[in-house]
Nanobody, 113 residues
Framework: QVQLVESGGGWVQPGGSLRLSCVAS????????IHWYRQAPGKLRDWVGF???????NYVDSVKDRFTISRDNAKSTVYLQMNNLKPEDTAVYFC???????WGRGTQVTVSA
């Protein structure tokens, strides 16, 4: 059974940092692109960024220069390093594989004073 599990969420003050992890199992990880999405309360799920199998990354403008995605294929894990967090970054963060589409259940990130 293919599974993605996100972790690392929590509460942080504005300007703080968090590192989220997305661990995959039951899938050959290295050929997958991994996307991060987030969903704030009452809003649609938005794309945050992705990392390709070769390590290329791309991000939505609102997180560029603050968020960094990396991967460790030996651990079947992708990381989302989030720096200089803002209250508007508060959301549930999800990872998703591509082209095989599998979603994790998400991890909550709350940014507040």
């Amino acid at each position: 059974q293919v599974q993605l599990v996100e972790s690392g969420g929590g509460w942080v003050q504005p300007g703080g940092s968090l590192r989220l992890s997305c661990v995959a199992s039951g899938i050959i990880f290295s050929p997958q692109s991994i996307h991060w999405y987030r969903q704030a309360p009452g809003k649609l799920r938005d794309w945050v960024g992705f990392i390709s199998p070769s390590g290329n990354t791309n991000y939505v403008d609102s997180v560029k220069d603050r968020f960094t995605i990396s991967r460790d294929n030996a651990k079947s894990t992708v990381y989302l390093q989030m720096n200089n967090l803002k209250p508007e970054d508060t959301a549930v963060y999800f990872c998703k594989t591509s082209p095989t589409t599998v979603w994790g259940r998400g991890t909550q990130v709350t940014v507040s004073a």
